[in-house]
């Protein structure tokens, strides 16, 4: 169901912008010129169809923001504009647990508008944990990032921090207040710093003494971020949104680094170290298949590079659907890697032969042309414990289904060939 935002605004120049805006964030945006046309319109609906709403400050049958009241009594969260921006407007808005205030100064503000909707889309995945003996402090904390759709998780101390981690794998950010009751908080942050990387975990330490040496000592200590108490709202909020979006570039950048760009499997850099990391001990039972297509570079020369592409991502394609269960990789070239851990010679082989068949017939059309393509697998169920040793076998088995002339799987354990 593609979500609404109810945008509450006189002006028609700013109500088009920002309806423009809620549509490009895939959002349909429910347009209202008053406070009144805003209850007739929203008369029928639910909170739950809504991401937010977005509210002018003054409004002709609104002036002193009862359309804000309006829009939060109704559930909704509610992201304010304003064209003034001075300090009894500011303090009216925050009186009033609203998501945040975009002063109407220049183009830039909008660009934070779409960032901030479509954050609130994205931050319902994202748990962030609260450590902090001060129960008002904490509920301060926790309302703001309520506010921002996060999933927050209190702790008052610093060991059900850590169970709470623990149990919570998707919490991202830890706001940690700068005195804690069982550990010093920096030696807490130092213990965080050891077990979750910067591209893991940011901590951000709220602080409520004045001593200028402590934001020094909590970073070097492995904070990311710190703050001092009493702290802007405006400030605080957009220090926890860079948090979390320095969080998603590293993730970027590691999915990246990870991805073939080609056909977005995993490439031979991710697969050993998942195969490294993740089976440290490779199981006994388990199996290992490499796979090269045949005379892919007759392919290249008779269509082309361009039709080249097409059959390789077309294979990688049916590989990882057909695969979806085990750890599939593309090594480089026309040649893929298929780890199958927990399976026997008999379960492997039936796999990939029927993998071989439904390759042999796929027909990949490109430009025009239908392409037909066969492909030569090495199976090894031998016993190894370290994945070179597993992949030469593979290698060998493979240059042998080359040699037995191609479109074939060649395993090293005696299996029926029957399907
Ligand atoms: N289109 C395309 N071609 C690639 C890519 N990577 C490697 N190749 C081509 O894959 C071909 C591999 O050719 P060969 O190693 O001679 O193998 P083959 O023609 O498949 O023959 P056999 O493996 O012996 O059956 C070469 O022409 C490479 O240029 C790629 O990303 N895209």
């Known amino acids: 169901m593609q979500r609404k935002v109810l945008v509450i605004e006189d002006s028609s120049t700013s109500l088009k912008l920002v309806s423009k ?26 909170p739950e169809e809504y991401l937010c709403a977005v509210v002018d400050y003054h409004l002709p049958d609104a002036p002193h923001g009862e359309a804000i009241d309006f829009a939060v009594e109704s559930y909704l969260p509610t992201i304010v504009v304003t064209g003034q ?136 200590s492995g904070a990311t971020d710190f703050l001092r108490n009493p702290f802007c709202y405006e400030e605080f909020l957009c220090r926890v949104t860079m948090l979390i979006e320095l969080l998603e570039r590293v993730a970027d950048i590691r999915r990246a680094a990870n991805t073939d760009y080609l056909t977005g499997l995993p490439n031979r850099r991710h697969f050993f170290y998942i195969l490294n990391h993740q089976y440290r001990n490779l199981p006994t039972k388990q199996a290992l298949a490499l796979l090269d297509l045949d005379y892919f570079k007759r392919v290249n020369d008779r269509y082309g590079h361009d039709s080249g592409d097409a059959v390789l991502k077309s294979v990688a394609s049916l590989l990882a659907s057909e695969f979806a ?39 990949i059309e490109n430009n025009g042309d239908v392409i037909s393509i066969t492909t030569s697998i090495g199976l090894t169920t031998r016993p190894a414990n370290n994945i070179e040793a597993l992949l030469s076998f593979a290698d060998s088995l493979l240059y042998q289904a080359k040699n037995d002339g191609r479109n074939q799987v060649c395993s090293d354990m005696p299996v029926a060939a029957e399907v």
């Open 85 to 220: 921006v001075n300090e009894e407007t500011r303090a009216a808005v925050w009186a009033r647990p609203v998501v945040d205030y975009i002063p109407k100064e220049n183009a830039q503000v909008y660009d934070y508008l779409s960032r901030l909707m479509a954050r609130l889309q994205k931050n319902k995945f994202i748990g962030i944990l609260v450590v902090n003996p001060n129960r008002s402090q904490r509920n301060q904390v926790t309302s703001l990032l309520n506010r921002h759709n996060f999933l927050t998780y209190e702790a008052s101390h610093g060991s059900e921090a850590l169970d709470k981690l623990t149990a919570h794998p998707h919490i991202q950010v830890v706001i940690c207040s700068d005195k804690l009751p069982d550990v010093a908080a920096t030696e807490f942050v130092a213990r965080l710093r050891k077990e979750y990387s910067r591209g893991e975990l940011s901590i951000m330490v709220l602080a409520n003494d004045n001593s200028d040496l402590l934001p020094a000592r909590f970073i070097k």
């Open 325 to 363: 269960d085990v750890f599939v990789a593309r090594l480089g070239g026309e040649e893929f890697c298929i780890y199958l851990p927990g399976f026997s010679a008999e379960e492997a082989f039936r796999r990939l032969e029927r993998f071989r068949q439904k390759v042999e017939h796929t027909r």
């Open 21 to 46: 805006l809620v549509r490009k964030a895939g959002l349909q945006p429910v347009g209202a010129r008053s406070l009144t046309e805003a209850r007739v319109r929203f008369a029928d609906s639910t």
